[in-house]
């Protein structure tokens, strides 16, 4: 197994230490949780965590200028780098949660709020399963329709080409999107238990 | 649930036995396929005292599905540092029956995907009133009124629990869990009185709950959640994915295993079991 050098990103609203409890078990040891530049310069993959209101996570990433140093990262030195749930979300142009609010646009794309037929509750909460549309690389260990668990109320709206998985519920939902070096997840693999685990290492298996 | 860092199988909201530490209930309960995992500690409130972090960060450390943490939340500050201890939800009781901002302020910050409100009902005449469990109080609001305003605040999931049927073994109590679903949009998931899982498909047949939550019952068998949720999948859709999943095995009237024939059993002396490598 190759060590990886892994940072997850802390902006101060994510569930950092779950996250990397979860890459922990896997065997990684070179894991940080970290805000520090000079840590994510030398990162050889990058994890953007998300449990957080948009607009909150997206000034707490501005405050400590971490926009800046992950775009340079991500957009010019192509690190890859996993978004998970609002990680993934803050991808987009921009998001309409509590107002319009500018995101890293990464992805062409814009975050949007789950508008579901009656009987399906918002948030969005629970198992659900995901179809996948691009195996590779993500989901290269995952069978297909295996589930993960979600909790959101917004949702990733873009075109198909940079859908990778989504899922039903009521209406089609974005799952995955990944472009080049950049994936997102709107699930929480680190809370999906064994699928979760899997998605982790063929991420980690693909750098 | 816990009480002073110790497991406990809670009987009426007022009798407590111990069960085990709250890393290896947690552990055990991750192994077995749970679905998602509530750690309410019952003694930081009364205490006036803040989350036991260090708890939660050694319960955190081998759970792979979603933890909601309760008990002693009281301020922005003290859910920061739950999620820095491996939490990934909160559930507010005390909070958000007397500091209804304290939801809104969540909300804003973490989401109102992160944010569950935990109500305690108790019967009380033809309805129900939502009880205090520190001033062992009943209040004047009823669980489906303060659960609207939960919600209204930015709540984003319900957890309604019962008092007269927590540890009763009785089953759900699904007038209250119902007067509940009725009134909110957001999921709400139903506990207290559950006994095998005769009363979750109880529970899934008569109300429109998201899930429902079992403390007691769970702690004390073997593989008690895969052959629980085996029994439930045979009339509901449940996730099972575990790799001994029951879905073979027959169950009798009493929600338990019967055994299998002497024949099956010599065969799976010789099956080899490989452990799964992710």
């Given amino acids: 197994m190759k060590q990886l050098k892994i940072v997850i990103i802390d902006y101060g609203v994510g569930n950092t230490h779950s996250v990397s409890n979860a890459i922990k078990h896997l065997g990684y040891k070179q894991l940080k949780i970290s805000d520090n530049e000079q840590t994510i310069k030398e990162a050889d993959v990058l994890i953007l965590p998300g449990v957080?209101?948009?607009?909150?996570?997206?000034?707490?990433?501005?405050?400590?200028?971490?926009?800046?140093?992950?775009?340079e990262q991500v957009l010019e030195n192509k690190k890859p780098i996993l978004g998970i749930c609002v990680g993934m979300q803050m991808m987009a142009e921009f998001s309409e949660e509590n107002g319009i609010h500018q995101g890293l646009n990464w992805i062409h794309g814009m975050v949007k709020k789950l508008d579901l037929p009656k009987n399906f509750a918002v948030p969005h909460v629970g198992w659900n399963n995901v179809t996948i549309e691009h195996n590779e690389p993500i989901f290269s260990r995952n069978d297909e329709n295996c589930n993960f668990y979600f909790d959101h109320s917004y949702y990733f709206?873009?075109?198909?080409?940079?859908?990778?998985?989504?899922?039903?519920?009521?209406?089609?939902?974005?799952?995955a999107v990944q472009q080049d070096n950049i994936f997102g997840v709107q699930f929480h693999p680190e809370k999906s238990q064994t699928n979760g685990l899997k998605l982790f290492r063929s991420f980690f298996n693909s750098i | 649930m816990v009480k002073d860092g110790i497991v406990v199988q809670s009987i009426g909201f007022n009798k407590y036995l111990p069960v085990g530490k709250p890393a290896i209930a947690v552990e055990y309960l991750n192994q077995w396929g749970i679905d998602e995992i509530i750690l309410l500690d019952i003694s930081a409130t009364c205490k006036q005292i803040s989350p036991d972090y260090s708890m939660i960060k050694k319960a955190s450390l081998k759970c792979y599905v979603p933890l909601s943490v309760g008990g002693g939340i009281t301020e922005v500050r003290h859910i920061r540092e739950l999620m820095h201890c491996g939490a990934d939800k909160l559930s507010l009781n005390?909070?958000?029956?007397?500091?209804?901002?304290?939801i809104s302020e969540?909300?804003?910050?973490?989401?109102?995907?992160?944010?569950?409100?935990?109500?305690?009902?108790?019967?009380?005449?033809?309805?129900?009133?939502?009880?205090?469990?520190?001033?062992?109080?009943?209040?004047?609001?009823?669980?489906?009124?303060?659960?609207?305003?939960?919600?209204?605040?930015?709540?984003?999931?319900?957890?309604?629990?019962?008092?007269?049927?927590?540890?009763?073994?009785?089953g759900y109590d699904i007038e209250l869990i119902n007067s509940v679903c009725e009134k909110v949009t957001i999921p709400v998931i139903g506990c207290g009185g559950a006994k095998?899982?005769?009363?979750?498909?109880?529970?899934?047949?008569?109300?429109?709950?998201?899930?429902?939550?079992a403390g007691n019952f769970f702690h004390f068998t073997e593989h008690s959640v895969n052959v629980t949720k085996a029994s439930i999948l045979k009339s509901i859709n449940v996730r099972l994915e575990t790799y001994a999943n029951y879905k073979e095995n027959n169950i009798n009237e009493d929600f338990r295993l019967s055994k299998k024939a002497d024949s099956v059993l010599e065969e799976m002396l010789f099956m080899r079991i490989e452990k799964e490598v992710i």
């Fill in chain 1, 52 to 71: 957080g209101a948009f607009d909150e996570c997206m000034k707490n990433l501005k405050d400590s200028h971490l926009d800046t140093i992950l775009g």
């Fill in chain 1, 157 to 175: 709206h873009c075109n198909e080409e940079y859908v990778s998985a989504w899922c039903d519920y009521g209406v089609k939902i974005t799952a």
């Fill in chain 2, 94 to 102: 005390q909070s958000a029956i007397f500091n209804t901002d304290l």
């Fill in chain 2, 106 to 170: 969540a909300a804003h910050i973490f989401g109102n995907q992160c944010v569950v409100v935990s109500i305690d009902g108790v019967k009380v005449g033809n309805g129900y009133c939502v009880y205090d469990y520190i001033k062992k109080t009943n209040l004047k609001i009823s669980p489906a009124e303060m659960a609207s305003k939960a919600e209204e605040a930015g709540a984003g999931e319900i957890l309604i629990n019962s008092v007269d049927r927590d540890g009763m073994y009785s």
């Fill in chain 2, 196 to 213: 095998n899982a005769k009363d979750m498909i109880d529970l899934f047949q008569n109300t429109s709950v998201s899930a429902a939550c």
